[in-house]
Protein backbone atom coordinates (compact mmCIF):
# COMPACT_ATOMS: atom_id res chain seq x y z
CA UNK A 1 0.00 0.00 0.00
CA UNK A 2 1.40 3.54 -1.35
CA UNK A 3 1.18 6.33 1.27
CA UNK A 4 -1.99 7.40 2.65
CA UNK A 5 -3.32 10.74 4.10
CA UNK A 6 -6.25 9.89 6.36
CA UNK A 7 -9.59 11.72 6.64
CA UNK A 8 -12.50 11.89 8.75
CA UNK A 9 -14.48 10.69 5.25
CA UNK A 10 -11.81 7.92 4.75
CA UNK A 11 -12.08 6.97 8.34
CA UNK A 12 -16.01 6.51 8.20
CA UNK A 13 -15.95 4.93 5.45
CA UNK A 14 -14.32 2.12 7.03
CA UNK A 15 -15.86 2.20 10.15
CA UNK A 16 -19.24 1.94 8.22
CA UNK A 17 -17.95 -1.00 6.32
CA UNK A 18 -16.87 -2.90 9.31
CA UNK A 19 -19.97 -2.43 11.19
CA UNK A 20 -22.35 -3.23 8.53
CA UNK A 21 -19.88 -6.80 7.94
CA UNK A 22 -18.65 -7.87 10.72
CA UNK A 23 -21.01 -6.09 14.01
CA UNK A 24 -24.18 -6.68 12.13
CA UNK A 25 -23.24 -10.17 11.88
CA UNK A 26 -22.55 -10.88 15.92
CA UNK A 27 -18.84 -9.62 16.06
CA UNK A 28 -18.26 -8.50 19.62
CA UNK A 29 -15.87 -5.77 18.65
CA UNK A 30 -13.59 -5.09 15.95
CA UNK A 31 -10.95 -2.62 15.59
CA UNK A 32 -9.06 -1.63 12.60
CA UNK A 33 -5.28 -0.26 13.54
CA UNK A 34 -2.29 0.06 11.22
CA UNK A 35 1.36 -1.30 11.74
CA UNK A 36 2.62 0.51 14.23
CA UNK A 37 -0.78 -0.17 16.51
CA UNK A 38 -2.18 3.02 15.77
CA UNK A 39 -6.08 2.65 16.28
CA UNK A 40 -7.71 3.65 13.14
CA UNK A 41 -11.39 1.93 13.87
CA UNK A 42 -12.91 0.74 17.65
CA UNK A 43 -16.49 -0.43 17.09
CA UNK A 44 -18.72 -2.90 18.49
CA UNK A 45 -20.38 -3.86 21.92
CA UNK A 46 -17.17 -4.46 23.74
CA UNK A 47 -15.50 -1.53 22.24
CA UNK A 48 -15.58 0.76 25.38
CA UNK A 49 -14.94 -1.95 27.73
CA UNK A 50 -11.44 -3.27 26.35
CA UNK A 51 -8.22 -1.73 26.64
CA UNK A 52 -8.09 -1.48 22.72
CA UNK A 53 -4.70 1.42 23.23
CA UNK A 54 -2.74 -2.00 24.84
CA UNK A 55 -4.57 -4.50 22.55
CA UNK A 56 -3.67 -2.64 19.04
CA UNK A 57 0.09 -2.65 20.30
CA UNK A 58 0.38 -5.89 21.57
CA UNK A 59 -1.94 -7.36 18.10
CA UNK A 60 1.13 -5.66 15.80
CA UNK A 61 3.55 -6.75 18.01
CA UNK A 62 2.40 -10.38 17.70
CA UNK A 63 2.20 -9.92 14.09
CA UNK A 64 5.53 -8.70 13.28
CA UNK A 65 6.72 -11.63 15.78
CA UNK A 66 4.88 -14.26 13.94
CA UNK A 67 5.87 -12.38 10.34
CA UNK A 68 9.29 -13.48 11.63
CA UNK A 69 8.61 -17.06 12.91
CA UNK A 70 6.98 -17.68 9.24
CA UNK A 71 10.39 -16.35 7.60
CA UNK A 72 12.69 -18.94 10.14
CA UNK A 73 10.30 -21.70 8.51
CA UNK A 74 10.38 -20.30 4.86
CA UNK A 75 7.25 -18.60 4.29
CA UNK A 76 6.89 -15.06 3.38
CA UNK A 77 4.26 -14.30 6.11
CA UNK A 78 1.12 -15.26 7.82
CA UNK A 79 -2.10 -13.61 7.12
CA UNK A 80 -4.31 -14.41 9.99
CA UNK A 81 -3.82 -15.61 13.42
CA UNK A 82 -6.70 -16.86 15.46
CA UNK A 83 -7.28 -17.76 19.03
CA UNK A 84 -9.93 -19.47 20.76
CA UNK A 85 -10.89 -18.77 24.80
CA UNK A 86 -13.35 -20.01 26.71
CA UNK A 87 -15.69 -17.02 26.51
CA UNK A 88 -14.35 -16.02 23.42
CA UNK A 89 -12.19 -15.80 20.04
CA UNK A 90 -9.75 -13.23 18.57
CA UNK A 91 -9.16 -13.19 14.82
CA UNK A 92 -6.15 -11.23 13.44
CA UNK A 93 -6.35 -10.16 9.62
CA UNK A 94 -3.69 -8.48 7.77
CA UNK A 95 -5.44 -6.30 5.49
CA UNK A 96 -2.56 -5.24 2.93
CA UNK A 97 1.28 -4.67 4.15
CA UNK A 98 0.08 -1.52 6.32
CA UNK A 99 -3.19 -2.54 8.17
CA UNK A 100 -4.52 -5.27 10.86
CA UNK A 101 -8.51 -6.00 11.73
CA UNK A 102 -8.58 -7.11 15.07
CA UNK A 103 -12.15 -9.45 15.31
CA UNK A 104 -13.03 -10.35 18.94
CA UNK A 105 -16.51 -12.86 18.70
CA UNK A 106 -17.94 -15.51 21.10
CA UNK A 107 -19.37 -19.31 20.48
CA UNK A 108 -22.33 -17.44 18.84
CA UNK A 109 -20.48 -16.65 15.66
CA UNK A 110 -18.60 -19.18 13.89
CA UNK A 111 -15.05 -18.79 12.84
CA UNK A 112 -15.77 -19.24 9.41
CA UNK A 113 -18.52 -16.68 8.98
CA UNK A 114 -15.85 -14.24 10.57
CA UNK A 115 -12.91 -15.22 7.98
CA UNK A 116 -15.40 -14.80 4.92
CA UNK A 117 -16.49 -11.55 5.92
CA UNK A 118 -12.87 -10.52 6.89
CA UNK A 119 -12.34 -11.61 3.30
CA UNK A 120 -14.54 -9.72 2.00
CA UNK A 121 -14.06 -6.85 4.28
CA UNK A 122 -10.32 -6.42 3.53
CA UNK A 123 -10.44 -5.60 -0.54
CA UNK A 124 -13.22 -3.20 0.40
CA UNK A 125 -10.77 -1.62 2.85
CA UNK A 126 -8.32 -1.49 0.73
CA UNK A 127 -10.11 0.27 -1.92
CA UNK A 128 -11.96 2.88 0.71
CA UNK A 129 -7.70 3.52 1.87
CA UNK A 130 -6.06 3.16 -1.88
CA UNK A 131 -9.17 5.38 -3.59
Not at 38 to 50: F, M, R, T, V
Not at 53 to 73: D, H, Y
Not at 89 to 109: A, Q, S, W, Y
Request: net charge negative.
Amino acid sequence: MQDFILTAEILDKARTAIESSLIQAGVRTALLIDGAGNILSNCGQDSQEIDAISLAALAAANLGATSQIAKLIGEEDFSLLFHKGKNGNIHFGRIGEELILITIFGEEVSLGLVRCRVAELTNTILQIFEG
